[in-house]
């Protein structure tokens, strides 16, 4: 999760410091072909600096993914040595900006932050308004990664999946068909044979909450980042990570979905979920974007994602940090592409 890593030295000085090389070496040898070499060397950051960035955020302000945008975006300004203004493009469920980065300037002068698995779902789904692939875009890397933790009510009587699979009549909270709970909560219930439904029409995770301390629901699924208060102050009970790996605050009881004894087929049903969950919040850029923008800014948002002082401020906004590498995409984008059918017919049901 959020560790803080070594200090790496910024891409803009690695950048002053190779064309300086490069101009020493071209008044050594006469040639006056130094600087454009180390220019060509140094990843191409040249045709992004001094420019103006739009970082468009697919919802309101003051949103997490507003709030991730926000925290990124000077760390990734200094880096490029380019004016990064974050713009809120609010529409579709947050699916109209990334509908108009398909025909955005491939430059990089235009980039957006992505909800992975409800804009990947959407378009798995064939949902309305997703008019794109998810390996349309230009994966620049990262920003957090976005599992989901499954919890109960503390004092209630399932303390754990176990408890959950013998049940008799669970219910789960959730917002409504197409959102994040609605769909884990239903994907676990099919998948594991659960007699469980789904109580939809709560307007957010706050009145979802809400019902469950109440008792009128038994269960949610929930980002992990916001469950997190209320596991540490005792009121719910963790006891399913969707997810990949689990946080440090976490009881380490508390197992990964993967943990669960499965099936080949149940198997395969989760490891396509757990890879549209592993593309968690990722910077994007508009398809063929330019190559010397796409090292540019791959290389500037590693650095940057490095820098302890963003390390220490999203600590102190308890925003954990997860990056992935904008080229290590290809994967994730592979194992969504061979999920079975069943796991895309189950999404198209749920939106």
Not at 79 to 92: D, L, S, Y
Not at 168 to 188: C, I, Q, R
Not at 207 to 220: F, N, P, R
Not at 337 to 346: I, N, R, S
């Amino acid at each position: 999760m959020s560790n803080a890593r070594p200090f790496r030295r910024s891409l803009r000085g690695a950048l002053a410091l190779g064309l300086g090389a490069g101009l020493l070496a071209g008044c050594s040898d006469g040639s006056g072909g130094g600087s454009e070499d180390a220019a060509a060397e140094a990843g191409g950051c040249s045709s992004l600096e001094g420019e103006d960035i739009s970082l468009v955020v697919p919802y309101e302000p003051g949103g997490g993914y507003d709030s991730y945008a926000r925290l990124v975006a000077p760390y990734l300004e200094e880096e490029i040595g380019a004016t990064i203004a974050v713009e809120n493009k609010p529409g579709a469920g947050g699916l109209l900006a990334l509908n108009d980065l398909l025909t955005a300037d491939t430059d990089g002068t235009q980039i957006a932050i992505m909800n992975g698995v409800g804009a990947g779902g959407s378009s798995i789904a064939g949902a309305q308004g997703a008019t794109f692939a998810l390996d349309d875009f230009t994966y620049i890397g990262r920003v957090a990664s976005d599992p989901s933790l499954i919890v109960t009510n503390a004092t209630g009587p399932f303390q754990s999946f176990e408890d959950v699979q013998g049940a008799d009549g669970f219910k789960w909270g959730s917002t409504g068909p197409g959102a994040e709970d609605y769909v884990n909560t239903s994907l676990l219930s099919e998948v594991f044979d659960l007699d469980a439904e789904v109580v939809t029409g709560f307007p957010g995770s706050g009145e979802t909450e809400l019902a469950l301390l109440q008792g009128s629901v038994d269960g949610m699924s929930g980002n992990m980042t916001s469950r997190r208060s209320a596991v540490e102050d005792g009121s719910q009970t963790p006891i399913l990570v969707m997810g990949e790996e689990a946080p440090d605050w976490l009881p380490e009881d508390v197992p990964l979905v993967t943990d669960l004894e499965m099936t080949d087929d149940q198997s395969s049903i989760v490891d396509a979920r757990l890879a549209l969950i592993e593309i968690g919040r990722p910077l994007v850029g508009p398809p063929d974007l330019d190559e010397a923008a796409t090292t540019c800014l791959r290389d500037a948002m590693a650095a940057a994602m490095e820098d302890p002082a963003l390390v220490e401020e999203s600590e102190e906004q308890e925003r954990e940090l997860n990056f992935l590498g904008g080229a290590e995409y290809d994967e994730i984008l592979q194992r969504i592409g061979d999920a079975p059918a069943e796991y895309k017919d189950l999404l198209a049901g749920l939106y």
